[in-house]
């Protein structure tokens, strides 16, 4: 599907989607079986190599059950933006509250590393920094990446405002440099778009 053209519900055939919103979360499959979603095996492993890094890095903390509940979802954000240089709603809105919600629990349970209070400021903060983006210049900042803004400033925020600040300096200057090394190789000029999502992603590996 082309960045221009509006979201689709149906298959080219004008069958409906099947899966969890309609496809953005699980296999896409239309009515007659044919599939439209991405290499699974692929993003499995993705996945799986993802979820392996952060269990590492986390240890046997509550928050580690956040964090490979929301890798999966993470995975589905990247490749869709990267693709079509869009981020859901469907996926988008509840996953930040999703994401407060699950790490409140955590927070309630012995041995957690981090602070709900900090995750909900660091949401807000984070989310209001790529609003103010936004409204400076919508061509360049997507309203998309201000509303998954909300849930990385959640993860990174429950470790603390150097983690939010480290993670959000990755994630720009790898937004930047991707944006550098296509202009290097000819493959796009400065008034190329690119989808910043990912970029962002870079924020919660921090």
Known sequence: MPPEEPWRATCPAGHTFAGVGNGWLGSARCARGDRYDPSSPVLAAITAAVRAVLAAATGARPELGVWLVLVPIGVALVTVDFAVERLPDVVTLPLAVITLGLLGVAALLPGTDGSWKRALLGSLSLGAFCLVMFLIDPNGFGFGDV????????????????????????????????????????RADRTTAHPLGPFLGVMSSR
């Open 147 to 186: 509303k998954v803004a909300l849930t990385l400033g959640a993860v990174t925020g429950w470790y603390g405002w150097d983690m939010l600040m480290a993670g959000t300096f990755a994630g720009l200057l790898s937004f930047v440099l991707y944006g550098l090394s296509l202009i290097v190789a000819r």
